[in-house]
């Protein structure tokens, strides 16, 4: 079983739509939770991050954390074209870092 | 502020030839470094990290070596390249207190023919 699994997408939503991405996890020592943002060919760039359950937002982003059931979720409003992307959700315990495979979103316009 | 370097940005080399990856930080001391590998439409595989100079964690068994000479420097080798090499590299630093975020650079596509 992997550490951190992701669901695989890719999904295509119309411009304007609500995009909701979910990562579950099986290592309870997590403690840092991250979402990445990753256009193709492209390192990945870190959009969120937050070490407590809960909702954090930020702009039209959100990040949502609920331990007690291992489960993050990064929500997207209003999206954009500009917003086509692979998301990579990512946790960290003890110097190191486990991701998720990666969803590919694509926004139509 | 901070900056990652990494370099080149695409590499092709022949199979049993070495190889010689770089990074390097600047704006931050005494950071936390990786090295990623990142499979077509798979996630983010860590190879190495190291929390100080000469401190090298091994993930995974590779044909892969790592080193750090310099504090803000890390360094990505191998003696004889393999077809199964091929990938997206990725080098990236954190803060280094543990269970901070991660800043990446923009990677190295590697193809081994």
């Known amino acids: 079983q992997k550490e951190v699994e992701q669901d695989p997408g890719p999904l295509s939503v119309p411009e304007g739509a609500i995009v909701s991405l979910n990562c579950t996890y099986s290592?309870?020592?997590?403690?840092?939770f991250m979402w990445y943002r990753q256009y193709s060919r492209k390192g990945p760039e870190l959009l969120m991050y937050?070490?407590?359950?809960g909702n954090k937002e930020d702009g039209r982003f959100t990040a949502q954390v609920d331990k007690s059931s291992k489960y993050i979720s990064l929500f997207i409003r209003d999206s954009q074209p500009s917003d086509s992307a692979t998301y990579l959700c990512?946790?960290?315990?003890?110097?190191?870092?486990?991701f998720g495979a990666g969803t590919t979103v694509t926004v139509r316009a | 502020s901070q900056t990652i370097h990494q370099w080149p940005a695409t590499l092709v080399q022949p199979v049993g030839s070495p190889l010689s990856l770089e990074c390097t930080v600047e704006g931050t001391s005494n950071p936390n470094l990786y090295w990623y590998r990142q499979a077509a439409g798979r996630g983010l595989q860590l190879l190495f990290y190291?929390?100080?100079?000469?401190?090298i964690s091994s993930e995974v068994p590779q044909n892969l070596s790592a080193s750090r000479p310099q504090d803000r420097q890390f360094i990505l080798s191998s003696k004889k390249l393999l077809l199964s090499d091929s990938g997206f590299y990725l080098c990236?630093?954190?803060?280094?207190?543990?269970?901070?975020?991660?800043?990446f650079g923009q990677g190295t596509r590697l193809t081994v023919v």
């Open positions: 290592n309870s020592a997590f403690q840092y």
């Open positions: 937050t070490y407590s359950s």
């Open positions: 190291s929390v100080g100079i000469g401190q």
């Open positions: 990512a946790m960290s315990y003890d110097y190191k870092l486990s």
């Open positions: 990236a630093w954190s803060g280094s207190l543990m269970n901070t975020e991660a800043f």
